[in-house]
């Protein structure tokens, strides 16, 4: 979905990377029946793209709180994000220097039960800026009413919560 809407949107070119054989041929198909011309690499966060510098990132990595580490097959590799939902997400803060161009940004989306605070300050440990741009209350969807119980216990969520709080994480160089 980011892939096709930014170029959508008018990117001039677009590179989605996803480690999941069956979400990189999806996001290939559909990209290829909306015409978008979007490049499609299946692999580890940034690993397909070493050496390649991007003017703007979009990340919407896999950040549920699990019991463990992320799924290794199935669909909880698309939100598993380990014990406290921060696995992927500290990767793409500490990754992000190494793609982003001299003036490129990016936009990184978690849920507020990951702590948006530690995000600002895993960017700022990498020489990043980030500030958030955007926020929005929703529903808990199946994954989360499924673990509720278990966020709860873990204290990320109150007794009885039913809405996360969504954020845009904006990213620059400062």
Known sequence: VLALTASRAGARSVTAVDPSLRSAVTTWLNCRIHRAPVTVRRGDLFEPVRGRRFDLVVANPPYVPSRGGPARHRAGRCWDGGPDGRLLLD??????????????????????????GRTLARLAEVGLVGRVVARAVLPFGPVMRSRARLLEVRGFISSGQCTEEIVVVEVDRG
């Open 91 to 116: 990767r793409v803060c500490a990754g992000l220097p190494e793609v982003l161009s001299a003036q490129g940004s990016a936009l990184v989306v978690h849920s507020g039960v990951c702590d948006e």
